[in-house]
């Protein structure tokens, strides 16, 4: 009976970090402000992220947004006619990230941010609704996804387990080169 309470004890004891690390993550919503150097254009979508305690002071998080639809005119001209050709261009972006996020403590949190992933270019002139974002979802298609690296930081305040969070950060995305894209979110966070 002694080595099965002891068991039990040292067993208790060394579960102890996993579930504590376990037991606080966050989840939020965010809007988000998405510049797009390549053509000059400004996004405004929507995304969700998650993250569990990996450290004392480091998270693992994962996020996705979906930028709702840019349209710019683009022109075009043949050259062997002289032909001067205008057509609306149907942009929606979808990112995908996730990485470390390394964080003070206390009601009031700054971080730093390192993420990887992908993004999307959608051409698409349908409106954007639910099934517009479940259809980029199914039809990823590998000449459509760019690498992406995002470096970024911010501050996060709770009042209990409600909270905001600002950040801004450097989407990097890796197609035919490096570009660098401005990208900020805000939005409500809960911790659990």
């Not at 942009?91 to 003070?104: F, R, S, Y």
């Amino acid at each position: 009976m002694k080595r099965i309470t002891f068991l039990i004890i040292i067993t208790c004891i060394g579960f102890v970090p996993i579930a504590h690390a376990q037991n606080h993550g966050e989840v939020g919503a965010f809007v988000e402000y998405f510049k797009l150097n390549q053509t000059g254009s400004n996004f405004a979508g929507l995304g969700a992220r998650a993250a569990i305690n990996a450290a004392r002071h480091v998270q693992i998080e994962a996020e996705m947004s979906y930028d709702f639809n840019q349209v710019f005119t683009e022109g075009f001209t043949d050259t062997g006619t002289g032909t001067i050709t205008t057509q609306g261009s149907n942009i929606k972006v979808l990112h995908g990230l996730i990485g470390p996020k390394i964080q003070t403590s206390g009601p009031v949190r700054v971080f730093l941010t390192v993420k990887g992933g992908a993004t999307n270019f959608r051409f698409d002139p349908r409106p954007a609704s639910f099934s517009t974002f479940t259809s980029s979802v199914d039809n990823l298609r590998t000449n459509n996804v760019s690498a992406a690296l995002y470096p970024g930081g911010g501050v996060e305040a709770f009042l209990g387990p409600i909270g905001l969070r600002a950040e801004v950060g450097d989407e990097i995305i890796f197609a035919n080169g490096a570009h660098h894209n401005w990208k900020v979110s805000f939005g409500p966070q809960i911790r659990f």
